[in-house]
Nanobody, 113 residues
Framework: QVQLVESGGGLVQPGGSLRLSCAAS????????LRWARQVPGKAREWVAT?????SYADFVKGRFIIFRDDAKNMMYLYMNNLAPEDTAVYYC?????????WGQGTRVTVSS
C-alpha cells in the first residue's frame, strides 16, 4: 500500500528556513519520480519541485528551495530558504505509482511575522 507522510511544517518568520520531510512506504523511492506541490485555500494545487534524474523547480521557488532524496531511507526532503508570506500553504509530497497519483496528507507552512 503506497503511503506518503509529510512532516516539518510550522510557523516561520519571513526570510527564515524550514525543512520538510516526506516518508514513503509501500514502494521503493529509488524507482520512482517524486514531487512536491502546495495548495492554499480556494486555489488549485500547484507544482513546486520534482526529484528525478535531474531535479526541477517552479520558477517561484528556484534558487530558494532544494529538493533532496535519500533512497536508502525511502525519504524525500524539501529545504526551503528565504521564505516569504506568499509561500504560506499546505505542502504535499507525491508520486505516480501504477499510473495512479498518490499524495500525502500535507504539512502546513505559515510564513508570518
Amino acid at each position: 500500500q503506497v503511503q506518503l507522510v509529510e512532516s516539518g511544517g510550522g510557523l516561520v518568520q519571513p526570510g527564515g528556513s524550514l525543512r520538510l520531510s516526506c516518508a514513503a512506504s509501500g514502494f521503493k523511492t529509488v524507482e520512482y519520480i517524486l514531487r512536491w506541490a502546495r495548495q492554499v485555500p480556494g486555489k488549485a494545487r500547484e507544482w513546486v519541485a520534482t526529484s528525478d534524474s535531474d531535479n526541477s523547480y517552479a520558477d517561484f521557488v528556484k534558487g530558494r528551495f532544494i529538493i533532496f532524496r535519500d533512497d536508502a531511507k525511502n525519504m524525500m526532503y524539501l529545504y526551503m530558504n528565504n521564505l516569504a508570506p506568499e509561500d504560506t500553504a499546505v505542502y504535499y509530497c507525491g508520486t505516480t505509482y501504477n499510473h495512479e497519483d498518490f499524495w500525502g496528507q500535507g504539512t502546513r507552512v505559515t510564513v508570518s511575522s
